[in-house]
DNA sequence: TTGTAAGCGTTATCAT
DNA sequence: ATGATAACGCTTACAA
């Protein structure tokens, strides 16, 4: 590997020379255009790449950002990083992805090595619980920006970007009334899930405007601390052996959904024909599955676009500024999606 | 953020001692075991965190490996990075994760930042055609151990893992015939797929043993340079226009089988009772799907794994022996995963 | 325009 | 067990 001297040496120019010119420096203003582009096609042509390393020691800049997520094989978590990842293209900043595995262990050891790396900031996908607040606390008190995306925070210090699932569980429930439906089965996300109880709230909401009354046995509490395909599956299966009628069901979220059709199926009731199911998040599967799924789309590469942006609006101020920059709370519209997994009643 | 000056200050340590016992130099040995336990719990009080760059500049390690992917949001690279991570996790070796989005340009931009980083390694994904060989070259040619995942590569510098697709195929055939079906259609994946032609091999080499004709009529080719739900649903309702009959259906991959369930749904046929359907690739959604798809799975995971552990291995020869290593060529037999969308004949 | 030299934080070598 | 010092490659102020 090339260093700026040996290059100076087979160019015949000065480091300093090169390196104003590669920099776009202020210094440089007075070298001629002839030297700067003899010197840009020289670095391309030797495969001159400055070192990384001695540049951020010098500038204490290390343009590199932590990206966090609980779990990279979730869709979910791919979609946020999709979006993340779009943002960050256009400016200077390295995103380093951080999977943490849903352990406390592997988050500790990471807080070491990001520190080492001198991040300048962390997006954390905090969907999970897993990701405490006090977890993400270390990094604010060192002064590197924290942006949250998925979980609705307040926070000092911490920004934060996430849908609003109570108007997005509204629209869902909106949605069947509209088509006629008075009987709804609702399965409940699991209590751990932040989520879950804001999702309630715009349904209890929508129902109280239209006088639409909930009936407690058509809904289900799902356990446990993370929804599933076998939650959705579980709690159908428990509806159908109460034997209540209804003629739609709102599932916590996408996956929940699917197992809730694939428990329908399996008892020989037709989607959408004799029961309508409605989803939340649209997950790429939605679009695929057997039926096409109706859900509260929640845009999830959006939010990892607007959580990058805060970001580096964060990093920005901070650095011209200097000072704290006070935390933004941002969130997002969800969107219905259409599919067949609804009908009229 | 603290130097090692500073701290020595603050901890009545010398910097040589400190940095003797953080890094269990050999030439720490006589220090006393009193000492050590000292500096490593006021490091942790103090939050001292050994600056990176610092040290690789030093040393002229990064101890950083790319991870190159296609497309972060498509489930078969997450599920890869998710093995990738974990192998490389109790190494210190830092992932650095490269979303190429299917564009040239973005690679282009990518590998200067790369050198810049001066990353030891790169694993990429190249199950899609984008990544081409000759774009990976340049790494090897620098010296930067390349192992490529999911394509069969022959190449004299780069080391490969993939599934082994004949014998999968042989697998999703055998599979179908043992269950008594003998008019069965096969939905090929694009020819700008490596992957589809080895199938095909597998496919015929299975027919050819049990002298079971294969039907052209039952053949549909699916056109585009990616497999698709589109591209399956397409497909089968191509066959059922044709009016052939069939009692099976292997499609090239997961997502094809989505599509040529949903036609064949749509159609009035129902899987597996009137049509057994298989796939490849056993992603994640495919165990959920209405009604869970029997398929060949390929434990992406695994494959991601292996090609970190080649990885690893190949740094550790290069940097002991200096030499330039043989790449390593890998293959991984295929599982078959029996669910609902086959059945006898 | 270019050369010189200092300094970013760490580690390695020597001498103490 | 420690202090002094050089070196890693780059940027930049200053001098030429």
């Given at each position: 590997?090339?260093?700026?001297?040996?290059?100076?040496?087979?160019s015949?120019?000065?480091?300093?020379t090169?390196?104003?010119v590669?920099n776009?420096?202020?210094?440089g203003k007075y070298?001629?255009?002839?030297?700067?582009?003899?010197?840009?096609?020289?670095?391309?042509?030797?495969?001159?790449?400055?070192?990384?390393?001695?540049?951020?020691l010098?500038?204490?800049?290390?343009h590199?950002?932590a990206v966090?997520?609980?779990?990279?094989?979730d869709?979910?978590?791919?979609?946020?990083?999709?979006?993340?990842?779009?943002?960050?293209?256009r400016?200077?900043?390295l995103?380093?992805?951080?999977d943490?595995?849903?352990?406390?262990?592997?988050?500790?050891?990471?807080?070491?090595t990001l520190?080492?790396?001198?991040?300048?900031g962390?997006?954390a996908?905090?969907?999970s619980?897993?990701?405490?607040t006090?977890?993400?606390?270390?990094?604010?008190?060192?002064?590197v920006?924290?942006?949250?995306?998925?979980?609705?925070?307040?926070?000092e210090?911490?920004?934060s970007?996430?849908?609003?699932?109570?108007?997005?569980?509204g629209?869902?429930?909106a949605?069947?009334?509209e088509?006629g439906?008075r009987r709804?089965?609702f399965?409940?996300?699991?209590?751990?899930?932040?989520?879950?109880?804001?999702?309630?709230?715009?349904?209890?909401?929508?129902a109280?405007?239209?006088?639409?009354?909930?009936?407690?046995k058509?809904?289900?509490?799902?356990e446990?601390?993370?929804s599933s395909?076998?939650?959705?599956?579980?709690?159908?299966?428990?509806?159908?052996?109460?034997g209540?009628?209804?003629?739609?069901?709102?599932?916590?979220?996408d996956?929940?959904?699917?197992?809730?059709?694939?428990?329908?199926?399996?008892?020989?009731?037709?989607?959408?024909e004799q029961?309508?199911v409605?989803?939340f998040?649209?997950v790429?599967?939605?679009?695929?599955y057997?039926?096409?799924?109706?859900?509260?789309g929640?845009?999830m590469?959006?939010?990892?676009?607007?959580?990058?942006?805060?970001?580096?609006?964060?990093?920005?101020?901070?650095q011209?500024?200097?000072t704290?920059v006070e935390p933004?709370l941002?969130?997002?519209k969800p969107?219905?999606?259409?599919?067949?997994?609804?009908?009229?009643?």
């Amino acid at each position: 590997m090339l260093t700026i001297r040996e290059f100076a040496k087979a160019s015949g120019f000065s480091p300093t020379t090169i390196s104003l010119v590669l920099n776009n420096s202020p210094a440089g203003k007075y070298i001629s255009e002839k030297t700067k582009v003899r010197i840009r096609e020289l670095a391309e042509k030797l495969g001159y790449h400055p070192n990384q390393f001695a540049r951020s020691l010098r500038s204490s800049h290390s343009h590199a950002v932590a990206v966090m997520v609980p779990d990279i094989s979730d869709p979910y978590c791919a979609q946020i990083l999709l979006g993340v990842g779009k943002a960050l293209y256009r400016s200077p900043h390295l995103p380093v992805l951080i999977d943490i595995q849903n352990s406390r262990a592997r988050f500790r050891k990471y807080v070491a090595t990001l520190f080492e790396r001198r991040i300048e900031g962390v997006i954390a996908v905090a969907n999970s619980l897993q990701l405490q607040t006090e977890m993400l606390d270390i990094f604010a008190k060192n002064r590197v920006p924290v942006v949250a995306i998925g979980r609705e925070f307040s926070h000092e210090w911490i920004s934060s970007v996430s849908v609003d699932n109570k108007t997005g569980a509204g629209l869902a429930i909106a949605h069947l009334y509209e088509h006629g439906h008075r009987r709804i089965a609702f399965i409940r996300g699991p209590k751990e899930v932040v989520d879950s109880a804001h999702r309630w709230r715009g349904i209890c909401e929508f129902a109280r405007e239209v006088s639409l009354p909930l009936d407690s046995k058509l809904v289900v509490q799902m356990e446990g601390t993370a929804s599933s395909y076998e939650g959705g599956f579980e709690a159908m299966t428990q509806l159908l052996r109460k034997g209540q009628r209804f003629t739609a069901v709102m599932a916590f979220d996408d996956l929940t959904a699917f197992g809730a059709i694939r428990a329908l199926t399996e008892a020989g009731l037709k989607v959408p024909e004799q029961c309508s199911v409605v989803g939340f998040d649209d997950v790429a599967a939605a679009a695929y599955y057997n039926p096409p799924l109706t859900t509260v789309g929640q845009s999830m590469e959006e939010l990892g676009k607007i959580g990058a942006t805060i970001f580096l609006h964060t990093i920005q101020m901070q650095q011209s500024n200097g000072t704290q920059v006070e935390p933004v709370l941002r969130k997002v519209k969800p969107v219905l999606v259409v599919r067949g997994s609804t009908s009229a009643a």
